[in-house]
């Protein structure tokens, strides 16, 4: 079946550091979505991409839709103690897809202040 | 994810017991979908529901489980007869009229113990 699969797994880095991370896949897909996960909570989402190619930023992150439609990064730049979390990828619209979305197995960031 | 309710936010159940997960979407919001998240996995598509109607069920197990967002109401999520592999958290989120699947909010999720 269809999956993402998110890379790196985990990260520990210095504050104000910049980070990046990335989503791949063999299918395509018409919409990837960024969300970040904090322990106990549900994800919130960051970013939304829906344009092969497209990039987007929301404050010190940005995220790109990859021109292929199989892949999508997303960058935090000058990390701080706050964006400690997991994030994780998603995506939406292969074929036959009726409105779910597929996630990737998270990426968990560390900040050391 | 301010906005998608879900109740309770967590749940024991002993094994054999029923579980019933709720959650109201945002309002203004016509479309459910269920997730459930392992530890330290991400999340696997269960099912998803507009106003009494399944949509697309193709995540939710053969057995124990369904699922139902009637006309007024929350939707449920109902598991009959636990078993400790059914120990998750479990994520509800809503999007709005129009293309499915685009820009799911979620609740802050349900965490099932089974005992």
């Known amino acids: 079946g269809q999956q993402l699969n998110q890379s790196p797994q985990s990260m520990f880095i210095q504050e104000g550091e910049d980070v990046s991370m990335n989503c791949t896949s063999s299918s395509i897909f018409n919409t990837w979505l960024w969300y970040k996960q904090d322990p106990g909570e549900g994800p919130v989402l960051l970013i939304a991409?829906?344009?092969?190619?497209e990039l987007t930023s929301n404050g010190r992150l940005t995220a790109q839709f990859g021109i292929t439609r199989k892949d999508s990064f997303l960058n935090i730049s000058a990390s701080i103690p706050s964006d400690v979390g997991i994030y994780f990828c998603a995506a939406y619209g292969g074929s036959g897809n009726t409105g779910k979305l597929i996630f990737g197995q998270g990426t968990t960031l560390q900040v050391k202040p | 994810n301010a906005g998608v309710m879900q109740n309770p936010r967590h749940l024991v159940r002993r094994r054999g017991q029923e579980a019933r997960l709720r959650c109201s979407p945002m309002k203004g919001h016509s479309h459910v979908y269920w997730y459930r998240q392992l530890p330290e996995e991400g999340l696997k598509f269960m099912v998803y529901?507009?106003?009494?109607?399944?949509?697309?069920e193709s995540g939710m197990p053969k057995e124990r489980f369904s699922a139902e967002f009637p006309k007024e109401g929350p939707s449920i999520l109902r598991i009959q007869q636990v078993v400790r592999g059914d120990s998750a958290a479990y994520f509800c989120?809503?999007?709005?009229?129009?293309?499915?699947?685009?820009?799911?909010?979620f609740g802050p999720g349900t965490r099932l113990t089974v005992l």
């Open positions: 991409l829906y344009k092969a190619g």
């Open positions: 989120a809503s999007s709005p009229p129009g293309l499915a699947g685009d820009e799911q909010f």
């Open positions: 529901l507009q106003k009494e109607n399944i949509i697309d």
